[in-house]
T-cell receptor, first 114, second 112 residues
Framework: DTAVSQTPKYLVTQMGNDKSIKCEQNLGHDTMYWYKQDSKKFLKIMFSYNNKELIINETVPNRFSPKSPDKAHLNLHINSLELGDSAVYFC?????????????FGPGTRLTVL | AQSVTQPDIHITVSEGASLELRCNYSYGATPYLFWYVQSPGQGLQLLLKYFSGDTLVQGIKGFEAEFKRSQSSFNLRKPSVHWSDAAEYFCAVGLRDDKIIFGKGTRLHILP
């Protein structure tokens, strides 16, 4: 049973395209996150949602738009892709938002923009 | 500002040798502390966490870490490494607003 799953695992696309990455968790958690890991392995939070409500929105270009149809899903849509968007994107979930608890990570989506 | 520092970008140890990975944090309140491991091409797996109580915490795969408030450190240790421990290790601090700040990682290499 996969706890946090992401699709696709790899995504190769041209500059200027629009793409989406999907994330689903079957852990019953209320909070989900998107992280970006750059080529130097640095992990930085982008967004978090709690029960479909946006909680954290770091300084991310508005070309990135998260969408949460229900608390088990948090998708990431990226418009007008740029070379600098190439990275590995990780989805994560945690059981609650008040107080910091551990986060469970998906396997990542490697995005390559040509 | 809150931050996490992992001073060693790469560490190489021989199989069977002991390991210590360093982590220092900067945070005004009592921190929540984590160590995660990332194997090549994989997501992050939680090794252990510290929230309160005993400052020596045990994790999975034989790892442990010790919280030292006076040194703002949370170093990860293992008495005897295995070749399968080769991976990237991330120290992280959990903040009250539910964010986690990660260090830049330490890549562990194992010599046979």
């Amino acid at each position: 049973d996969t706890a946090v799953s992401q699709t696709p695992k790899y995504l190769v696309t041209q500059m200027g395209n629009d793409k989406s990455i999907k994330c689903e968790q079957n852990l019953g958690h209320d909070t989900m996150y998107w992280y970006k890991q750059d080529s130097k392995k640095f992990l930085k939070i982008m967004f978090s949602y709690n029960n479909k409500e946006l909680i954290i929105n770091e300084t991310v270009p508005n070309r990135f738009s998260p969408k949460s149809p229900d608390k088990a899903h948090l998708n990431l849509h990226i418009n007008s892709l740029e070379l600098g968007d190439s990275a590995v994107y990780f989805c994560a979930s945690s059981p609650r938002t008040s107080g910091s608890v551990e986060q469970f990570f998906g396997p990542g989506t490697r995005l390559t923009v040509l | 500002a809150q931050s996490v520092t992992q001073p060693d970008i790469h560490i190489t140890v021989s199989e069977g040798a002991s390991l210590e990975l360093r982590c220092n944090y900067s945070y005004g309140a009592t921190p929540y502390l984590f160590w995660y491991v990332q194997s090549p091409g994989q997501g992050l797996q939680l090794l252990l966490k510290y929230f309160s109580g005993d400052t020596l915490v045990q994790g999975i795969k034989g790892f442990e870490a010790e919280f030292k408030r006076s040194q703002s450190s949370f170093n990860l240790r293992k008495p005897s490494v295995h070749w399968s421990d080769a991976a990237e290790y991330f120290c992280a601090v959990g903040l009250r607003d539910d964010k986690i700040i990660f260090g830049k990682g330490t890549r562990l290499h194992i010599l046979p």
